[in-house]
């Protein structure tokens, strides 16, 4: 019992930074910069005291997935602006289940055990659903919300989120070994990717050098813990648990939302929005059971 409470500590984690990175506001180079300094700086704490050891493929291909994570977090700030936290999340973590779920079966030949295949199906078809409902808004709000930018947004960050963990799937390469070149890919990058040059959208001015990039750290600090955490409890709860009760964080985040970020809904797109999240939360945890039967 006490390893499933520590198993669920970091979906009430993660369920709770995308609200906060937005509560303490600022523009994306500093909500950015600031979450994977912080993420950079808890990683660089902790890696000395998990005996990791690397090979020079092992280092690499890591810090190239922490490249491609940078891209899928700076991308995924952009559309909790234009589209809300409440919105953007339940469809990321829907479209990301669905597209590592795929991956995991197409490259690595997953779902194969009795049963496995049309669990997982079925799985995919809530979340798919879900991810729907979710999206789904009446004509005076979807005015305010602006689609044109965050689909975009969403497509490209959900990529490199998908794409950074089925590297690191196909390789072998486990969560704590990959931590730190992990970290240190998505630091260099963020220095980066958020000057004006690259992101001229933001302006001129950098404006990354300020007391709310501070604050951002934060957060930050609290994905490296979320993420350890997970990583070290699935060994106690089992992957398939674990991966479960890491995505239950969409629930939390949503309802912060709504409720602590004041995002607008109708009356209609509230029950859209909780039947698509059920429908979200449902399928990861069948996910989880069509991992189980793949045995």
Not at 80 to 94: D, E
Not at 180 to 195: E, H, N, R, V
Not at 271 to 289: D, F, K, N, Y
């Amino acid at each position: 019992m006490t390893d499933l409470l520590i198993a669920f500590i970091p979906s009430l984690l993660f369920g709770t930074i995308s609200p906060l990175v937005v509560r303490i506001g600022g523009d994306n180079r500093q909500q950015t910069m600031g979450q994977l300094t912080g993420a950079f700086l808890f990683a660089s704490a902790v890696t000395p005291f998990l005996g990791v050891r690397w090979t020079w493929q092992v280092f690499t291909i890591s810090f190239v997935t922490g490249i491609l994570l940078a891209i899928g977090i700076q991308w995924q700030l952009k559309s909790l602006k234009s589209v809300g936290v409440s919105r953007a999340m339940p469809i990321t973590t829907g479209a990301q289940l669905v597209g590592i779920a795929l991956g995991g079966v197409v490259l690595m030949g997953e779902w194969r055990g009795p049963g496995a295949l049309p669990v997982g199906a079925f799985a995919l078809f809530l979340i798919i659903f879900g991810i729907f409902l979710s999206g789904k808004t009446e004509n005076a709000v979807a005015e305010r919300v602006d689609w044109s930018a965050g689909i975009p947004q969403l497509t490209l960050s959900t990529f490199a989120l998908i794409v950074y963990v089925l590297i690191l799937r196909w390789f072998d390469i486990d969560g704590v070994t990959a931590l730190f070149p992990q970290a240190l890919g998505y630091f260099l990058t963020t220095l980066i990717t958020t000057t004006p040059r690259f992101d001229p959208g933001g302006g001129v001015r950098d404006t990354r050098w300020s007391l709310t990039t501070v604050k951002q750290l934060f957060p930050g600090l609290l994905f490296g813990t979320a993420l350890l955490i997970m990583l070290t409890s699935s060994v106690r709860v089992g992957v398939a648990t674990g991966f479960t009760l890491s995505q239950m964080g969409v629930i939390l985040s949503t309802f912060l939302g709504i409720v602590w970020l004041g995002e607008e809904r109708t009356r209609r797109e509230l029950v859209w929005t909780a039947i698509g999240v059920a429908c979200v939360v449902v399928g990861a945890i069948l996910i989880g059971v069509a991992k189980s039967l793949d045995v």
